[in-house]
């Protein structure tokens, strides 16, 4: 045993009694007491503190529910006998109604305007 550490004896045990550091186990930050002020930005945020959704990632998402929505109209037509150049028009001309929509909503998001009930995607 050295410093407290280890074993007694190594007999019986299968080891030759060679104590090493662990070298991966990684020792948590100590928390600051008022987190909120010492906040740089660099690390975790602060407890209770929310992040700003990402622009890029909601303009995605975005024109991702968008593409969701043609592509079940472009099936439904397709069912429906529509030929190709029906079903492109029709595509064409729900996806600037979806477009106008959507950035209607983000008109009013961005305003501070309460979103509409059952307009979501």
Do not use: C, W
């Not at 104590?19 to 020792?27: G, S």
């Not at 660099?42 to 975005?62: F, Q, T």
């Not at 529509?82 to 600037?96: F, H, P, R, S, V």
């Not at 959507?102 to 979103?115: E, H, L, M, T, Y």
Request: charged content about 25%.
């Amino acid at each position: 045993m050295y410093n407290g550490i280890g074993l007694t004896t190594p007999r019986g045990s299968g080891t030759n009694g060679y104590i090493q550091t662990n070298k991966f186990f990684v020792k948590p930050k100590a928390v600051p007491a008022r987190a909120d002020a010492s906040y740089d930005g660099a690390g975790a945020l602060p407890e209770g503190a929310v992040r700003k959704p990402n622009k890029d990632i909601l303009e995605h998402d975005r024109k991702r529910q968008i593409q969701l929505r043609l592509l079940v109209l472009q099936e439904t037509l397709a069912d429906q006998g529509y030929t190709e150049d029906e079903i492109a028009e029709k595509l064409q001309e729900t996806q600037k109604n979806l477009e106008a929509e959507a950035a209607a909503a983000a008109a009013d998001v961005r305003s501070g305007a309460p979103p509409l009930p059952g307009k979501r995607f």
